[in-house]
């Protein structure tokens, strides 16, 4: 208390002179030099005491704030952080209102900064809130209502729209500006919109809660169309009726008639516009469309446009499977094309014309017949056909559900496709509850081997993942497939969950599957429990790896470029049906494979096709443990399969894409993941940045700055990089991809279990950091900071003396032996020495030995030039040891800046005994 109270009178004394009036104080700023750097400070000058003319001397006890921020300035050019932090707090002490003295403060910073941090004001702005938590007594609750505070808050809000719309978060915090009329608050979000200032406008809307009563359209177009839709998404972020409007709004621009002009003469001002003017495209826009659909539970009768799109391209993908492949029946061709077209007249006349083009006039007739199109709307000859064609013959020729199809397979299918081992009569469809407790007796025994597989119906121009209709089990000699679409009410559909959730959370039961992710995604889109409460699979051994250690067998040595699951060019089998052929002999007949599996009942043919796909998973897994060697795998694969169960990847490969089915947008933030040893970045132990290696795609370069700050290997995606990239990095380099937006529905379908994290885009940049170091518990040490090069992620520097350093200048003619000896003075005369830490800097990085420097061009062995002219000349008199990139050339040295990462990462900062860093008062 006495040190506070002498503070305060030291700082009162030091600063003891009236304020000067505006010309007074706009005419020192001149008469010290500067230009216009001084007009602009002496305009600010003046406009911030016009503002707070009811300030009056008394109520700073005597502190000039001008001399107090001068003084401040002063010593952050000096690089004096500490000094600047003591002072700021004693400064604070020393007034007696300090929350109107912390405006007038801010008032003085020389210009507009809208950089998240690395400023005086932002500095100035982090001491108090530290100085005022730590008394109560003094928040804004505390003082009485009426009219002085609400100027005090609109002072506040003044400063933030015409000035440091950086400083947003902590000033509606300490000025609690969420209470003021809302009136006011919108009209200083219309201003900024007004002003251009889309994203401070939509943060301060976010933060404030505005959303409901600004125009959602004037907000999200200009973020649209400077490519910010993330910031859009989190603008109409819990309001439905706002979502639902972003989203129409996105599916009108996908109408026929719209082009990207037409929002140009609304909006000139976009300077991103012309640059990103592809991102309005149809296509591009559609994906966006109805991934916000699918998150926002959008109902798709409200888009009509994007909609009809993917149906038509359904209509074309089903038109080339039946007429060009020949690959699928006509029964399931016309179930999905009835589905598709549904009660569009349009999707209807498009079938027809595409009939005439594939089939001919008497299909085409037959279709239009049955959807009774107007004759004016047909294509010619089609209205002629139809009339000698009746209608009772289009019926007849129509094949009824479950019949029509022999029991057996052909002969043909016999000999060229793998045949069912077992006969039908051991193919079981479950669709009872004595049925259910006859597979759970069957199934549920230690040492049991499981083929696991599953159906669900085609998403042919569906909106939403798409839910599981069977569920195929197979152990030896039986086969048993579980019916979903109808279960038989709630005591028996709770029962078949609890049989589900023990099948797949029992290690003692090894299941075997092929791309196991997928169907455990679509399984918790099945049903929501599995979303509240996610699976915990054990046991699962997925084919598809194995299939990716056979095919990289097959492939020389020689060959680059990345390897394809579908294995050996010479075949035009693909996925499980490939490798059913690579082990068995012969691969899958696939004509079934996109029937309507939620119809009831099922034919024979596909009861057939549901019992092999299952079932030729327990003969792989046979023959693979059998002879392992023959295609190619290690010797050892039989224990790794048959012994290690839920380990069937070996070191050095990629782990198995087994992920637990849950909501996409929570899972990565409510637990952490358990991988294997090969991605140590995401375990539940605490682990060192070194250990932890992520890829950043191109929307987070912030976030992948802010990381490799930390010593964190972070790879970065260019602006023209497909996201898809991320992944193929991460799976070829064992990283975690951090992404937002669209790209997370996409790349975590890529990539293994928890190694794709969604980070909130309308953060900033050190928050997502701070989040995601959390999230994996990475511990970060002082000697962690700067370890790795910011600019190229590089981690071996080398150091460089003083001495050594100013040799090198001279010789580039970067200094003289006449600046040289004025820097000296001048370092004399001004430069203070900072409060020296305990320990000595020393970063946990790779040392390059001098000699990697070459002496004449000054290159790095990587051909790297050393940046000296990036080196300020009278930086040299204060700094002793200079760190130097071995990668880029970017040459560091220890300022401020390290002092300020500290203070931004001590929430996961561990630091040791002796190694305090700085001293706050």
């Not at 792989?620 to 039989?638: E, I, K, N, W, Y």
């Not at 200048?809 to 004399?828: C, H, N, P, T, V």
């Given at each position: 208390?006495?040190?506070?109270?002498?503070?305060?009178?030291s700082?009162c004394h030091?600063?003891?002179?009236?304020?000067?009036?505006?010309?007074?104080?706009?005419a020192?700023?001149?008469?010290?030099?500067?230009?216009?750097?001084?007009?602009?400070?002496?305009a600010?000058?003046i406009?911030?005491?016009?503002?707070?003319?009811?300030?009056?001397?008394?109520?700073?006890?005597?502190?000039?704030?001008?001399?107090?921020?001068?003084?401040?300035?002063?010593?952050?050019?000096?690089?004096?952080?500490?000094?600047?932090?003591?002072?700021?707090?004693?400064?604070?002490?020393?007034?007696?209102?300090?929350?109107?003295?912390?405006?007038?403060?801010?008032?003085?910073?020389?210009?507009?900064?809208?950089?998240?941090?690395?400023?005086?004001?932002?500095?100035?702005?982090?001491?108090?809130?530290?100085?005022?938590?730590?008394?109560?007594?003094?928040?804004?609750?505390?003082?009485?209502?009426?009219?002085?505070?609400?100027?005090?808050?609109?002072?506040?809000?003044?400063?933030?729209?015409?000035?440091?719309?950086?400083?947003?978060?902590?000033?509606?915090?300490?000025?609690?500006?969420?209470?003021l009329?809302?009136?006011?608050?919108?009209?200083?979000?219309?201003?900024?919109?007004h002003?251009g200032?889309?994203?401070?406008?939509?943060?301060?809307?976010i933060?404030?809660?505005?959303?409901?009563?600004?125009?959602?359209?004037?907000?999200?177009?200009?973020?649209?169309?400077?490519?910010?839709?993330?910031?859009?998404?989190?603008?109409?972020?819990?309001?439905?009726?706002l979502?639902?409007?972003?989203?129409?709004?996105?599916?009108?621009?996908?109408?026929?008639?719209?082009?990207?002009?037409?929002?140009?003469?609304?909006?000139?001002?976009?300077p991103?516009?012309?640059?990103?003017?592809?991102r309005?495209?149809?296509?591009?826009?559609?994906?966006?469309?109805?991934?916000l659909?699918?998150?926002?539970g959008?109902?798709?009768?409200?888009?009509?446009?994007?909609?009809?799109?993917?149906?038509?391209?359904?209509?074309?993908?089903?038109m080339?499977?039946?007429?060009?492949?020949?690959?699928?029946?006509?029964?399931?061709?016309?179930?999905?094309?009835?589905?598709?077209?549904?009660?569009?007249?349009?999707?209807?006349?498009?079938?027809?014309?595409?009939?005439?083009?594939?089939?001919?006039?008497?299909?085409?007739?037959?279709?239009?017949?049955?959807?009774?199109?107007?004759?004016?709307?047909?294509?010619?000859?089609v209205?002629?056909?139809?009339?000698t064609?009746?209608?009772?013959?289009?019926l007849?020729?129509?094949?009824?559900?479950?019949?029509?199809?022999p029991?057996?397979?052909?002969?043909?299918?016999?000999?060229?496709?793998?045949?069912l081992?077992?006969?039908?009569?051991?193919?079981?469809?479950?669709?009872?509850?004595?049925?259910l407790?006859?597979?759970?007796?069957?199934?549920?025994?230690?040492?049991?081997?499981?083929?696991?597989?599953?159906?669900?119906?085609?998403?042919?121009?569906?909106?939403?993942?798409?839910?599981?209709?069977?569920?195929?089990?197979?152990?030896?000699?039986?086969?048993?497939?579980?019916?979903?679409?109808?279960?038989?009410?709630?005591?028996?559909?709770?029962?078949?969950?609890?049989?589900?959730?023990?099948?797949?959370?029992?290690?003692?039961?090894?299941?075997?599957?092929?791309?196991?992710?997928?169907?455990?995604?679509?399984?918790?889109?099945t049903?929501?429990?599995?979303?509240?409460?996610?699976?915990?699979?054990?046991?699962?051994?997925?084919?598809?790896?194995?299939?990716?250690?056979?095919?990289?067998?097959?492939?020389?040595?020689?060959?680059?470029?990345?390897?394809?699951?579908?294995?050996?060019k010479?075949?035009?089998?693909?996925g499980?049906?490939?490798?059913?052929?690579?082990?068995?002999?012969?691969?899958?007949?696939?004509?079934?494979?996109?029937?309507?599996?939620?119809?009831?009942?099922?034919?024979?043919?596909?009861?057939?096709?549901?019992?092999?796909?299952?079932?030729?998973?327990?003969?792989?897994?046979r023959?693979?443990?059998?002879?392992?060697?023959?295609?190619?795998?290690?010797?050892?694969?039989?224990?790794?399969?048959?012994?290690?169960?839920?380990?069937?990847?070996?070191?050095?490969?990629?782990?198995?894409?087994?992920?637990k089915?849950?909501?996409?947008?929570?899972?990565?933030?409510?637990?952490?993941?358990?991988?294997?040893?090969?991605?140590?970045?995401?375990?539940?132990?605490?682990?060192?940045?070194?250990?932890?290696?992520?890829?950043?795609?191109?929307?987070?370069?912030?976030?992948?700055?802010?990381?490799?700050?930390?010593?964190?290997?972070?790879?970065?995606?260019?602006?023209?990089?497909?996201?898809?990239?991320?992944?193929?990095?991460?799976?070829?380099?064992?990283?975690?991809?951090?992404?937002?937006?669209?790209?997370?529905?996409?790349?975590?379908?890529?990539?293994?279990?928890?190694?794709?994290?969604?980070?909130?885009?309308?953060?900033?940049?050190?928050?997502?950091?701070?989040?995601?170091?959390?999230?994996?518990?990475?511990?970060?040490?002082?000697?962690?900071?700067?370890?790795?090069?910011?600019?190229?992620n590089?981690?071996?520097?080398?150091?460089?003396?003083?001495?050594?350093?100013?040799?090198?200048?001279?010789?580039?003619?970067?200094?003289?032996?006449?600046?040289?000896?004025?820097?000296?003075s001048?370092?004399?005369?001004?430069?203070?020495?900072?409060?020296?830490?305990?320990?000595?800097?020393?970063?946990?990085?790779?040392?390059?030995?001098?000699?990697?420097?070459?002496?004449?061009?000054?290159?790095?062995?990587?051909?790297?030039?050393?940046q000296?002219?990036?080196?300020?000349?009278?930086?040299?008199?204060?700094?002793?040891?200079?760190?130097?990139?071995?990668?880029?050339?970017?040459?560091?040295?220890?300022?401020?800046?390290?002092?300020r990462?500290?203070?931004?990462?001590?929430?996961v900062?561990?630091?040791?005994?002796?190694?305090?860093?700085?001293?706050?008062?």
């Amino acid at each position: 208390m006495a040190r506070s109270a002498m503070a305060s009178h030291s700082m009162c004394h030091r600063f003891r002179r009236p304020p000067p009036s505006p010309p007074v104080a706009a005419a020192r700023f001149r008469s010290g030099g500067g230009g216009v750097e001084s007009h602009r400070r002496g305009a600010t000058l003046i406009r911030s005491h016009q503002r707070f003319t009811q300030i009056t001397e008394a109520d700073w006890l005597g502190v000039d704030p001008l001399q107090f921020w001068d003084s401040l300035a002063a010593r952050w050019s000096r690089k004096e952080i500490d000094e600047v932090r003591v002072e700021a707090r004693e400064g604070f002490s020393a007034l007696r209102d300090p929350l109107e003295g912390l405006l007038v403060v801010l008032e003085y910073c020389p210009e507009v900064m809208k950089s998240k941090g690395g400023s005086l004001g932002h500095c100035v702005l982090f001491e108090f809130q530290l100085w005022l938590k730590e008394r109560p007594h003094l928040h804004l609750q505390q003082r009485e209502p009426g009219a002085r505070l609400r100027r005090l808050q609109v002072q506040a809000l003044s400063l933030l729209t015409e000035k440091q719309p950086s400083f947003l978060e902590p000033l509606i915090d300490i000025y609690q500006l969420g209470s003021l009329e809302r009136s006011v608050l919108l009209g200083h979000v219309g201003y900024l919109l007004h002003r251009g200032s889309y994203r401070e406008a939509v943060l301060m809307s976010i933060k404030l809660k505005l959303q409901p009563d600004l125009d959602m359209e004037k907000v999200c177009i200009p973020l649209v169309l400077q490519d910010k839709l993330q910031l859009a998404e989190a603008f109409v972020s819990d309001y439905q009726d706002l979502q639902n409007r972003l989203v129409r709004l996105l599916d009108s621009w996908c109408s026929p008639g719209f082009h990207p002009s037409h929002l140009l003469s609304c909006y000139p001002g976009i300077p991103q516009f012309h640059q990103k003017s592809d991102r309005l495209a149809p296509k591009v826009l559609s994906k966006q469309v109805f991934r916000l659909m699918e998150l926002y539970g959008v109902d798709p009768a409200l888009c009509p446009n994007v909609v009809t799109q993917r149906r038509l391209a359904s209509l074309r993908f089903l038109m080339y499977k039946r007429f060009v492949e020949k690959n699928m029946s006509e029964e399931n061709w016309a179930d999905h094309v009835q589905a598709t077209v549904g009660e569009s007249v349009d999707l209807q006349v498009e079938l027809i014309f595409m009939l005439v083009k594939h089939s001919g006039l008497d299909c085409a007739a037959r279709w239009a017949l049955r959807y009774h199109v107007p004759r004016d709307r047909l294509p010619f000859g089609v209205g002629v056909r139809r009339e000698t064609i009746l209608e009772k013959s289009v019926l007849e020729t129509e094949c009824p559900a479950g019949t029509g199809e022999p029991w057996e397979p052909s002969e043909e299918s016999r000999r060229t496709y793998y045949q069912l081992p077992v006969p039908m009569e051991n193919v079981h469809f479950l669709d009872t509850a004595e049925g259910l407790r006859l597979c759970r007796e069957a199934v549920l025994k230690p040492g049991v081997l499981l083929g696991v597989d599953m159906e669900w119906r085609p998403a042919f121009g569906s909106v939403g993942k798409p839910r599981v209709a069977l569920i195929q089990l197979a152990v030896r000699d039986t086969v048993y497939l579980l019916d979903l679409t109808e279960r038989g009410g709630p005591e028996q559909d709770q029962e078949l969950r609890h049989f589900i959730r023990d099948v797949f959370s029992d290690p003692a039961v090894t299941k075997l599957g092929y791309g196991m992710a997928g169907d455990l995604s679509s399984l918790a889109a099945t049903w929501p429990q599995f979303l509240e409460e996610p699976l915990k699979p054990a046991g699962i051994l997925d084919l598809l790896l194995v299939h990716k250690q056979i095919q990289k067998a097959h492939i020389p040595l020689g060959v680059r470029g990345s390897r394809s699951v579908e294995g050996l060019k010479s075949s035009a089998e693909k996925g499980l049906s490939l490798l059913v052929q690579l082990v068995l002999g012969k691969p899958l007949d696939k004509t079934e494979q996109l029937s309507n599996w939620e119809r009831r009942p099922l034919r024979p043919s596909q009861v057939y096709y549901a019992a092999v796909d299952a079932y030729c998973l327990l003969d792989v897994h046979r023959s693979l443990t059998q002879d392992p060697g023959r295609f190619g795998l290690a010797p050892d694969l039989s224990n790794a399969l048959g012994g290690q169960r839920g380990k069937c990847e070996e070191k050095g490969t990629h782990r198995p894409r087994t992920r637990k089915a849950q909501d996409p947008c929570t899972a990565a933030e409510e637990e952490k993941p358990h991988p294997p040893p090969a991605l140590p970045g995401v375990s539940r132990e605490a682990l060192s940045p070194q250990q932890f290696r992520v890829v950043c795609d191109n929307m987070l370069q912030g976030l992948g700055r802010y990381l490799r700050c930390v010593g964190v290997d972070v790879r970065m995606l260019d602006n023209a990089d497909d996201h898809r990239r991320a992944a193929e990095i991460a799976r070829e380099e064992s990283r975690v991809i951090l992404t937002c937006g669209l790209p997370f529905q996409t790349l975590k379908s890529q990539v293994g279990e928890g190694c794709c994290l969604a980070v909130d885009c309308s953060e900033k940049a050190r928050d997502q950091a701070l989040r995601v170091l959390k999230h994996f518990n990475i511990t970060i040490t002082p000697a962690d900071i700067f370890s790795r090069c910011q600019v190229c992620n590089g981690d071996q520097y080398l150091k460089v003396p003083r001495q050594e350093m100013e040799r090198l200048m001279k010789i580039r003619g970067l200094i003289s032996a006449e600046s040289r000896s004025r820097s000296e003075s001048e370092s004399a005369d001004c430069d203070t020495p900072s409060q020296p830490r305990s320990l000595p800097y020393s970063p946990k990085c790779r040392w390059a030995a001098p000699s990697g420097l070459d002496p004449d061009s000054l290159q790095f062995p990587g051909g790297a030039p050393l940046q000296l002219d990036s080196v300020p000349p009278g930086i040299l008199n204060k700094v002793s040891l200079f760190y130097c990139c071995t990668s880029c050339g970017k040459v560091f040295w220890e300022g401020s800046h390290f002092g300020r990462v500290i203070s931004q990462f001590q929430e996961v900062l561990n630091i040791s005994d002796g190694q305090t860093i700085y001293q706050h008062q």
